[in-house]
């Protein structure tokens, strides 16, 4: 790596972490006036931000834990970042299926209050109740693109078929899908773009103060270089690794910490063939979604369970995968089983510790603590995708204490790269992008302008046949495409490329995913690299 600073030049501020929190706060502060460094100590996403359930949502069931705060600014934040990413990011209709002799778990705040109130009500949801929950999540954000609740009659709606045949009443609601490891690159990409420094497979060492700035030590995992950063404040956005960053590197106490939650998800062959969600609430206050996935699959999940530490990798327990098979097994008339299942993916969510009983009545809400010392410490705990670029504007009104002078907030209706065209023209821009390459398939039609935008047509460049775009690696893979991320994306391996910026390593044969990262470290070996 060759250091693009000189040893004595101090930046304005030194972000760890390159998950969404991270990235989303290097792309709000450089867009401000700041100077900004990034690092990351894997890929861009490598961890929580690009294990989540792919949805931006309001959170239906935090309304039980009365945290309307949260709901609000989360449903609000719906259609705003929807029109700055419409390839990455689309409206989705989420049914919640409803049967009378439905049993749920009694412990949340709201079972509380109804068990005191009406005491013959103790382990019911009732459909007056839920209308009422979906009527407060019409009427908390401001809807103008997604549509509001409908009642369905399952045995006449296609949604009802995959369902067990007992439930004959479902609510239709909607919230949004979002590719959320794009969405941490396509941060990281705008930050760079307006002059931001963005370090993957970079390791923070240590940082000490000295004086009025940081000294932040570096090591370049894929060299062995060491080097270091001077910042005036200094940004911990570690997620998992926040409190270990603020102990460990930084030599900080405190008293705040996260609770490591552990969420997983199962990945089966289509389950059924509209494109909506269904939203299944168990007897266990649990909720799981069953969601669309990748246009062959149906995406299941989340858990909810504490994790040990953030050194141990997450992964969907044979446990996990029983739990989500017969709580899903529950709703559809054809159950599914383990051997359906063809992936498997988990996350560790690092959500503040505010003391809760369980995991899944843990707090949403995200919490930054200030340090403002002469060299100036800003600690992010928790958080969630859809709140992110929120969570942005507050840590940049915590940031612009520091810094008084900074521009105000000015990320919201400003597109991400490749996200420059209406929420509704992704038909017109694929029909486009069609026209102008006629040798692509439709489905690498699709996927192109889901993935890049009107971005597809850089990717793809002079083209005029299948055999410019080179190498051909299955799932519509091209050596260009690869050749484009890696210069444009921080691909340097295959798993970049096939598991966090795509989800194509579903489509790939083993061999067919080394040919891959073969190519990739290839390219990165060669002098031009």
Same mark, same amino acid.
């Given at each position: 790596?060759?250091?693009?600073? @000189?040893q004595?030049?101090?930046?304005d501020l030194?972000?760890i972490?390159?998950?969404?929190?991270?990235c989303?706060?290097a792309r709000d502060a450089?867009g401000? !006036?700041l100077?900004?460094s990034?690092?990351?100590?894997?890929?861009?996403a490598?961890?929580? &931000? &690009?294990a989540?359930?792919?949805?931006f949502h309001?959170?239906?069931?935090y309304?039980?834990? +009365?945290e309307?705060?949260?709901? %609000?600014? @989360?449903l609000?934040e719906?259609?705003v970042l929807?029109k700055?990413?419409?390839?990455i990011?689309?409206?989705?209709r989420?049914?919640?299926?409803?049967h009378?002799d439905?049993?749920f778990?009694?412990e949340?705040?709201?079972?509380?209050?109804?068990?005191?109130?009406? =005491?013959w009500?103790?382990?019911r949801?009732p459909a007056?109740?839920?209308?009422?929950?979906?009527f407060?999540y019409d009427s908390l954000g401001k809807r103008?693109?997604l549509p509001?609740?409908?009642k369905?009659?399952?045995?006449?709606? =296609?949604a009802?078929r995959?369902l067990?045949p007992?439930f004959?009443?479902a609510?239709e609601?909607?919230?949004?899908w979002?590719?959320?490891?794009r969405?941490?690159v396509?941060?990281a990409?705008?930050?760079e773009? $307006?002059?931001?420094?963005?370090?993957?497979?970079?390791q923070?060492?240590?940082?000490? %103060?000295?004086?009025?700035?940081?000294i932040i030590?570096?090591?370049?995992?894929?060299?062995?270089?060491?080097f270091?950063?001077?910042?005036?404040m200094l940004?911990?956005?570690g !997620?998992? #690794?926040?409190?270990?960053?603020?102990r460990q590197?930084?030599?900080?106490n405190?008293r705040?910490?996260?609770?490591?939650?552990r969420?997983s998800?199962i990945?089966v062959?289509?389950?059924f063939?509209?494109?909506?969600?269904?939203f299944?609430q !168990?007897t266990?206050?649990?909720?799981?979604?069953?969601?669309?996935?990748?246009?062959d699959y149906t995406?299941?999940?989340?858990?909810?369970a504490?994790h040990?530490?953030?050194?141990?990798? =997450?992964?969907?327990?044979?446990e996990? *995968?029983e739990?989500?098979v017969?709580f899903a097994?529950?709703?559809f008339a054809?159950?599914?089983s $383990?051997?359906?299942i063809?992936?498997t993916?988990?996350?560790?969510r690092?959500?503040?510790?505010d003391g809760?009983?369980?995991?899944?009545a843990a707090?949403?809400?995200?919490v930054?603590?200030?340090?403002d010392?002469?060299?100036?410490?800003?600690?992010?705990f928790?958080?969630k995708i859809?709140?992110?670029?929120?969570?942005?504007?507050?840590?940049?009104e915590?940031?612009g204490?520091?810094f008084?002078?900074l521009?105000d907030?000015?990320?919201?209706?400003?597109?991400?790269?490749?996200?420059? +065209?209406a929420?509704?023209?992704?038909a017109k821009?694929t @029909?486009?992008?069609? *026209?102008d390459?006629p040798f692509?398939?439709?489905?690498?039609?699709?996927r192109?302008? $889901?993935?890049y935008g009107?971005?597809a #047509?850089?990717?793809l460049?002079d083209a005029?046949s299948?055999?410019?775009?080179? *190498? /051909?690696f299955?799932?519509?893979i091209t050596?260009?495409?690869? /050749?484009w991320?890696?210069?444009?994306e921080?691909v %340097?391996?295959?798993?970049d490329?096939l598991?966090r910026r795509?989800?194509l390593?579903?489509?790939? &044969?083993e061999? *067919?995913?080394a040919?891959v990262?073969?190519?990739?470290?290839?390219?990165?070996?060669?002098?031009?690299?």
């Amino acid at each position: 790596m060759s250091d693009t600073h @000189a040893q004595d030049h101090i930046t304005d501020l030194f972000v760890i972490g390159g998950g969404i929190n991270g990235c989303g706060i290097a792309r709000d502060a450089v867009g401000r !006036g700041l100077s900004v460094s990034l690092a990351e100590m894997k890929d861009l996403a490598w961890a929580t &931000s &690009s294990a989540s359930t792919k949805l931006f949502h309001g959170g239906l069931r935090y309304l039980e834990y +009365f945290e309307f705060r949260l709901v %609000r600014e @989360a449903l609000i934040e719906r259609e705003v970042l929807l029109k700055a990413m419409p390839h990455i990011s689309w409206p989705m209709r989420f049914v919640l299926p409803f049967h009378k002799d439905m049993r749920f778990d009694s412990e949340t705040p709201t079972s509380r209050l109804l068990t005191t109130v009406m =005491p013959w009500m103790k382990g019911r949801r009732p459909a007056w109740l839920i209308r009422l929950g979906l009527f407060l999540y019409d009427s908390l954000g401001k809807r103008g693109i997604l549509p509001g609740t409908a009642k369905l009659d399952l045995a006449a709606d =296609p949604a009802g078929r995959p369902l067990d045949p007992k439930f004959k009443t479902a609510f239709e609601y909607s919230d949004c899908w979002v590719e959320d490891a794009r969405l941490v690159v396509l941060n990281a990409r705008d930050a760079e773009a $307006r002059g931001a420094e963005i370090m993957t497979r970079t390791q923070v060492t240590g940082a000490q %103060r000295l004086d009025d700035h940081w000294i932040i030590s570096l090591k370049d995992l894929s060299t062995g270089e060491t080097f270091e950063r001077r910042a005036r404040m200094l940004v911990n956005a570690g !997620g998992p #690794w926040v409190a270990d960053v603020l102990r460990q590197k930084l030599g900080q106490n405190s008293r705040e910490s996260v609770r490591l939650v552990r969420g997983s998800h199962i990945v089966v062959p289509k389950l059924f063939d509209h494109g909506r969600c269904y939203f299944f609430q !168990g007897t266990d206050g649990r909720i799981i979604f069953a969601i669309p996935y990748e246009e062959d699959y149906t995406l299941i999940g989340t858990t909810d369970a504490d994790h040990p530490d953030p050194e141990t990798a =997450p992964t969907c327990t044979p446990e996990e *995968q029983e739990y989500l098979v017969k709580f899903a097994s529950q709703y559809f008339a054809s159950p599914i089983s $383990r051997d359906d299942i063809v992936w498997t993916y988990s996350g560790v969510r690092p959500l503040y510790d505010d003391g809760a009983s369980s995991a899944t009545a843990a707090t949403r809400e995200y919490v930054l603590t200030l340090d403002d010392s002469a060299a100036p410490l800003l600690n992010v705990f928790g958080g969630k995708i859809t709140t992110y670029r929120k969570l942005a504007e507050a840590a940049l009104e915590k940031i612009g204490t520091v810094f008084p002078d900074l521009k105000d907030d000015w990320t919201a209706g400003v597109a991400l790269p490749g996200g420059d +065209f209406a929420v509704g023209d992704v038909a017109k821009l694929t @029909a486009k992008l069609a *026209q102008d390459y006629p040798f692509l398939s439709p489905y690498a039609t699709r996927r192109l302008i $889901r993935a890049y935008g009107t971005e597809a #047509w850089d990717v793809l460049g002079d083209a005029t046949s299948a055999a410019d775009l080179g *190498q /051909d690696f299955g799932a519509t893979i091209t050596a260009r495409e690869l /050749d484009w991320t890696i210069a444009h994306e921080w691909v %340097r391996a295959g798993e970049d490329f096939l598991w966090r910026r795509t989800k194509l390593g579903l489509r790939l &044969s083993e061999d *067919q995913r080394a040919a891959v990262d073969s190519y990739i470290r290839a390219q990165l070996a060669s002098p031009a690299a």
